[in-house]
């Protein structure tokens, strides 16, 4: 919880800082207030620059108080979800506040401030700011450690990020604490993404977002407590991306099929990966034990009798709706699928994957590459599932050494990999025309002619898959099997103390997870008309978890509630089935009720459905 | 002669944990340069008492007056002062895990539980306490059981408190070291006029350094008496412990 975490995970939503510098205005991240308010009518570099630092400092503070403030005793998890929801609702306000004044990306130079004449070390040709950022970021640095090693509250942060009582009864308050380091966090992470901007030119939201990564993985290696191996990894990280981006462009080995850029963006951070995973422990230290409860897992309520009631209404509903609402009832269901592949590995087991949709995406795109290659239907599918959960498996060995925080971001750069290595390449691109599927001799295609244009047989098939899943899913819950993975959830070294193999217990949740992210994949291949690599961006992992979370992650229902939740889904069916300008709104919204949820009901809405439901029963009585 | 001055006053104090009430009802005074002892078996409420005093837990009824603060919400229904207050009034409050940092040395605790400006006081405390002088620049971490328990009453100490709460201080170490640390609260208290509140499962040994001792059996004040006394009559100590009426 030290100020390391704080610094790590604000690089990730700050680059709204950025936006402060336009034309004198600055853009209010807040959802009713007026886009914009006037600050300066002549800006210079230097103004704005003070204007930024104010807004980065007063932003790491509200949240800090609102949010992370009131989470400080909740388990990882809670800490992890309220950061997606904080992430979702400043990139969703600030896309919708800088779209609103003209242009998607806003583009912002320094260039006055930095030398741009190059210099050539060897046949590189460098830009000098190279070296003035590299300077900067060494003085940060070394100021920051300087400060941290030597003043009082640097001692005082240090000492707290292990024991707060202790730092209490010594009359230091660690709020204030923590406000401080995260002023300190938002403005030097704000700086940085100014200055990126200001060199590379342009700001883009998804593009300063994805930063994160790269800084993230720069901090694991720092083991979230050294700024100078962080600066260090972060300026070898860079260099070997920038090389591996030449090599590859030079090299003709490679093949057409490796998307462009792939191998610069994926390979440091598998490399990283790989190395905090063989630093790590096979057991969590002392220090590193879950504080705080975990969602609750309830034991399903008779889970055949309400499976059939369910499956009964949702049959119903597939037969007799109109095509629009048949096909937010498919999309729910496959959602609810990817949902339940949470529930297994992060609500019964207690691994936060944020992997999960670049699984589905996975099984998704060999799905139809392989139906288009002329494999018959129940082959097709079950061979990309069973490709999915050997990447799964793979994406999970880091899960034996690694955990919390340090497991989100893993996976986290796992999906980046498999995005950049797999998805991005120009072979997968919008592979339409996948082959229906047929099962003796019935039609399970969704798309049909004229009216009917989505046929409820594919419905039936996705129906199918979803209430299989979920009674496997309940089944493992009631077994000794899932006794044991809640075991390792609450306490990894109790567990394995009492004779639970938490590696077999580890790889089985990802083996499992991931193939049911990989139905979810596969039934997706061919239920859209076309694939292409947007569908299945990094975010969208992000998104999985916030759903499941807010339906309740360790809950079949919460998988279920999530479905519903999910775009384009029954909810959005709704609202009246639109999903276009909206959206924005609607996602900054859902980031705020997020936060709300994992603060007052971390068991998810589920959870909280069952308790009005079973306190009104007790009235009636 | 004129009485010494009242550091902490507790009167009919009830504590617990949310909903259960562990302390029912208890009244408990420390003056100045006294060592008071708190004994009584495992669950009698003592660490309880302790963290209420120190604002870790909430009052739920009764008054505490510890030195300058009062611990009454001023709104009813609100937390009233928190631990950082009560710290800063002048008390050291020694918990039971030891609260110390294991990443930071020993030297670092002192340096941060002392004073701004108060170069002075960490020398002092380290002349007094050879023993953890030569560690003192280890990582918590490293020390042994009772070097880390020197090190959390040093760190106490040097903050220059008025009232000090000593939370099983013999708790995982060998008898040899409790009869060293004792004494050495007693000579402190004498020196410095401190308050001493002691919890303590060690009976003879806290009762062969302190003033008064109040023995608590679920909740509740069973035996009160001068430490001496009650040392010469052990077996009414023992019957107090197994909750026999007197």
């Given at each position: 919880?030290?100020?390391?975490?704080?610094?790590?995970?604000?690089?990730?939503?700050?680059?709204?800082?950025?936006?402060?510098?336009?034309?004198?205005?600055?853009?209010?991240?807040?959802?009713?207030?007026?886009?914009?308010?006037?600050?300066?009518?002549?800006?210079?570099?230097?103004?704005?620059?003070?204007?930024?630092?104010?807004?980065?400092?007063?932003?790491?503070?509200?949240?800090?108080?609102?949010?992370f403030r009131p989470l400080r005793h909740a388990p990882p998890l809670?800490?992890?979800?309220?950061?997606?929801?904080?992430?979702?609702?400043?990139?969703?306000?600030?896309?919708?506040?800088?779209?609103?004044?003209?242009?998607?990306?806003?583009?912002?130079?320094?260039?006055?401030?930095?030398?741009?004449?190059?210099?050539?070390?060897?046949?590189?040709?460098?830009?000098?700011?190279?070296?003035?950022?590299?300077?900067?970021?060494?003085?940060?640095?070394?100021?920051?450690?300087?400060?941290?090693?030597?003043?009082?509250?640097?001692?005082?942060?240090?000492?707290?990020?292990?024991?707060?009582?202790?730092?209490?009864?010594?009359?230091?308050?660690?709020?204030?604490?923590?406000?401080?380091?995260?002023?300190?966090?938002?403005?030097?992470?704000?700086?940085?993404?100014?200055?990126?901007?200001?060199?590379?030119?342009?700001?883009?939201?998804?593009?300063?977002?994805?930063?994160?990564?790269?800084?993230?993985?720069?901090?694991?290696?720092?083991?979230?407590?050294?700024?100078?191996?962080?600066?260090?990894?972060?300026?070898?990280?860079?260099?070997?991306?920038?090389?591996?981006?030449?090599?590859?462009?030079?090299?003709?080995?490679?093949?057409?099929?490796?998307?462009?850029?792939?191998?610069?963006?994926?390979?440091?951070?598998?490399?990283?990966?790989?190395?905090?995973?063989?630093?790590?422990?096979?057991?969590?230290?002392?220090?590193?034990?879950?504080?705080?409860?975990?969602?609750?897992?309830?034991?399903?309520?008779?889970?055949?009798?309400?499976?059939?009631?369910?499956?009964?209404?949702?049959?119903?509903?597939?037969?007799?709706?109109?095509?629009?609402?048949?096909?937010?009832?498919?999309?729910?269901?496959?959602?609810?699928?990817?949902?339940?592949?949470?529930?297994?590995?992060?609500?019964?087991?207690?691994?936060?994957?944020?992997?999960?949709?670049?699984?589905?995406?996975?099984?998704?795109?060999?799905?139809?590459?392989?139906?288009?290659?002329?494999?018959?239907?129940?082959?097709?599918?079950?061979?990309?599932?069973?490709?999915?959960?050997?990447?799964?498996?793979?994406?999970?060995?880091?899960?034996?050494?690694?955990?919390?925080?340090?497991?989100?971001?893993?996976?986290?750069?796992?999906?980046?990999?498999?995005?950049?290595?797999?998805?991005?390449?120009?072979e997968l691109n919008g592979l339409s025309g996948v082959p229906r599927?047929?099962?003796?001799?019935?039609?399970?295609?969704?798309?049909?002619?004229?009216?009917?244009?989505?046929?409820?047989?594919?419905?039936?098939?996705?129906?199918?898959?979803?209430?299989?899943?979920?009674?496997?899913?309940?089944?493992?819950?009631?077994?000794?099997?899932?006794?044991?993975?809640?075991?390792?959830?609450?306490?990894?070294?109790?567990?394995?103390?009492?004779?639970?193999?938490?590696?077999?217990?580890?790889?089985?949740?990802?083996?499992?997870?991931?193939?049911?992210?990989?139905?979810?994949?596969?039934?997706?291949?061919?239920?859209?008309?076309?694939?292409?690599?947007?569908?299945?961006?990094?975010?969208?992992?992000?998104?999985?978890?916030?759903?499941?979370?807010?339906?309740?992650?360790?809950?079949?229902?919460?998988?279920?509630?999530?479905?519903?939740?999910?775009?384009?889904?029954?909810?959005?069916?709704?609202?009246?089935?639109?999903?276009?300008?909206?959206?924005?709104?609607?996602?900054?919204?859902?980031?705020?009720?997020?936060?709300?949820?994992?603060?007052?009901?971390?068991?998810?809405?589920?959870?909280?459905?069952?308790?009005?439901?079973?306190?009104?029963?007790?009235?009636?009585? | 002669?004129?009485?010494?001055?009242?550091?902490?006053?507790?009167?009919?104090?009830?504590?617990?944990?949310?909903?259960?009430?562990?302390?029912?009802?208890?009244?408990?005074?420390?003056?100045?340069?006294?060592?008071?002892?708190?004994?009584?078996?495992?669950?009698?409420?003592?660490?309880?008492?302790?963290?209420?005093?120190?604002?870790?837990?909430?009052?739920?009824?009764?008054?505490?007056?510890?030195?300058?603060?009062?611990?009454?919400?001023?709104?009813?229904?609100?937390?009233?002062?928190?631990?950082?207050?009560?710290?800063?009034?002048?008390?050291?409050?020694?918990?039971?895990?030891?609260?110390?940092?294991?990443?930071?040395?020993?030297?670092?605790?002192?340096?941060?539980?002392?004073?701004?400006?108060?170069?002075?006081?960490?020398?002092?405390?380290?002349?007094?306490?050879?023993?953890?002088?030569?560690?003192?620049?280890?990582?918590?971490?490293?020390?042994?059981?009772?070097?880390?328990?020197?090190?959390?009453?040093?760190?106490?100490?040097?903050?220059?408190?008025?009232?000090?709460?000593?939370?099983?201080?013999?708790?995982?170490?060998?008898?040899?070291?409790?009869?060293?640390?004792?004494?050495l609260v007693r000579g402190l208290a004498r020196e410095h006029d401190?308050?001493?509140?002691?919890?303590?499962?060690?009976?003879?040994?806290?009762?062969?350094?302190?003033?008064?001792?109040?023995?608590?059996?679920?909740?509740?004040?069973?035996?009160?008496?001068?430490?001496?006394?009650?040392?010469?009559?052990?077996?009414?100590?023992?019957?107090?412990?197994?909750?026999?009426?007197?």
């Open positions: 919880m030290g100020m390391y975490v704080a610094y790590a995970y604000f690089s990730m939503r700050n680059f709204d800082v950025r936006s402060t510098e336009l034309g004198g205005d600055l853009i209010l991240p807040i959802l009713g207030l007026p886009a914009r308010v006037h600050v300066i009518d002549r800006p210079t570099v230097l103004t704005a620059l003070t204007v930024a630092i104010l807004v980065a400092a007063a932003l790491g503070a509200a949240v800090y108080g609102l949010v809670a800490r992890v979800v309220a950061s997606l929801g904080v992430f979702l609702y400043l990139q969703s306000v600030m896309a919708l506040r800088v779209g609103q004044s003209g242009g998607g990306a806003v583009s912002l130079r320094l260039d006055s401030l930095l030398p741009t004449d190059a210099v050539y070390i060897g046949s590189a040709r460098v830009p000098q700011y190279a070296f003035v950022l590299l300077g900067l970021a060494i003085v940060l640095t070394f100021v920051l450690s300087l400060v941290f090693r030597l003043t009082r509250f640097g001692l005082a942060t240090r000492a707290g990020a292990e024991h707060e009582t202790g730092l209490m009864l010594m009359g230091i308050s660690p709020s204030r604490l923590g406000f401080a380091n995260w002023i300190i966090a938002t403005v030097t992470a704000g700086l940085a993404i100014i200055l990126f901007a200001g060199v590379s030119g342009r700001l883009d939201p998804l593009d300063t977002s994805l930063l994160i990564v790269p800084a993230l993985a720069a901090a694991l290696i720092g083991g979230l407590s050294s700024f100078g191996a962080t600066l260090a990894s972060a300026v070898v990280i860079s260099m070997a991306a920038g090389a591996l981006g030449t090599f590859q462009a030079r090299a003709d080995w490679t093949g057409d099929w490796l998307p462009r850029g792939g191998l610069a963006a994926a390979l440091p951070v598998i490399v990283i990966i790989v190395a905090i995973t063989w630093r790590g422990p096979k057991l969590p230290m002392r220090e590193s034990l879950v504080e705080g409860r975990p969602p609750a897992a309830p034991v399903p309520y008779r889970p055949v009798p309400v499976a059939l009631v369910l499956g009964a209404l949702a049959l119903m509903a597939l037969f007799t709706l109109e095509d629009l609402w048949r096909l937010a009832i498919v999309v729910s269901m496959i959602a609810a699928i990817v949902g339940l592949s949470s529930v297994v590995l992060t609500g019964y087991l207690g691994q936060i994957s944020l992997a999960q949709y670049a699984f589905t995406g996975l099984a998704a795109f060999s799905t139809a590459k392989l139906a288009l290659e002329g494999v018959p239907f129940p082959w097709a599918p079950l061979l990309a599932i069973a490709l999915t959960v050997v990447v799964g498996v793979l994406v999970g060995i880091p899960a034996l050494r690694v955990r919390g925080m340090t497991l989100a971001v893993a996976t986290l750069g796992a999906a980046v990999a498999i995005e950049q290595l797999v998805f991005a390449s120009p599927p047929r099962l003796l001799g019935i039609d399970l295609g969704f798309l049909g002619q004229g009216r009917d244009s989505f046929r409820p047989e594919f419905g039936v098939l996705v129906l199918t898959a979803l209430l299989v899943c979920a009674l496997g899913v309940a089944n493992l819950r009631r077994s000794s099997t899932g006794l044991r993975w809640l075991a390792v959830r609450s306490n990894e070294r109790a567990a394995a103390a009492s004779g639970i193999d938490v590696r077999a217990a580890k790889l089985g949740a990802f083996a499992l997870s991931s193939g049911l992210a990989g139905v979810a994949g596969a039934l997706l291949a061919y239920e859209l008309p076309a694939l292409s690599p947007q569908q299945f961006i990094v975010v969208g992992g992000l998104a999985v978890l916030a759903l499941c979370y807010l339906g309740g992650i360790a809950a079949i229902s919460g998988a279920v509630v999530a479905g519903l939740l999910a775009s384009g889904g029954v909810l959005t069916q709704l609202q009246g089935g639109t999903t276009g300008s909206t959206s924005a709104t609607q996602f900054a919204v859902s980031g705020a009720l997020l936060v709300v949820v994992v603060i007052f009901a971390p068991d998810g809405l589920a959870a909280l459905a069952a308790r009005g439901a079973r306190r009104l029963q007790r009235k009636q009585t | 002669m004129s009485r010494p001055e009242v550091l902490l006053d507790i009167r009919g104090l009830h504590a617990g944990y949310g909903e259960v009430e562990i302390v029912h009802g208890l009244d408990l005074r420390v003056h100045a340069g006294e060592v008071v002892a708190l004994l009584g078996p495992n669950g009698a409420g003592k660490t309880t008492t302790l963290r209420t005093v120190s604002a870790l837990l909430p009052l739920l009824a009764g008054e505490v007056d510890v030195l300058s603060v009062s611990l009454r919400p001023r709104v009813r229904g609100t937390r009233g002062v928190g631990p950082t207050v009560v710290a800063r009034a002048g008390v050291a409050h020694v918990p039971e895990d030891r609260g110390l940092f294991f990443g930071l040395t020993g030297r670092e605790h002192l340096r941060l539980a002392a004073r701004r400006g108060d170069h002075a006081a960490v020398d002092e405390v380290l002349a007094a306490m050879p023993h953890l002088a030569a560690v003192v620049d280890r990582k918590a971490g490293l020390m042994s059981g009772g070097e880390q328990q020197m090190l959390a009453i040093a760190r106490a100490l040097v903050a220059r408190p008025r009232l000090v709460m000593l939370d099983e201080l013999s708790l995982g170490l060998a008898p040899i070291v409790v009869q060293q640390l004792l004494p401190l308050g001493v509140l002691l919890v303590e499962q060690y009976v003879t040994a806290a009762l062969a350094v302190a003033d008064r001792a109040h023995v608590l059996f679920n909740g509740r004040v069973v035996l009160t008496g001068e430490a001496a006394a009650l040392l010469g009559d052990q077996d009414r100590i023992a019957r107090s412990y197994l909750g026999l009426a007197e």
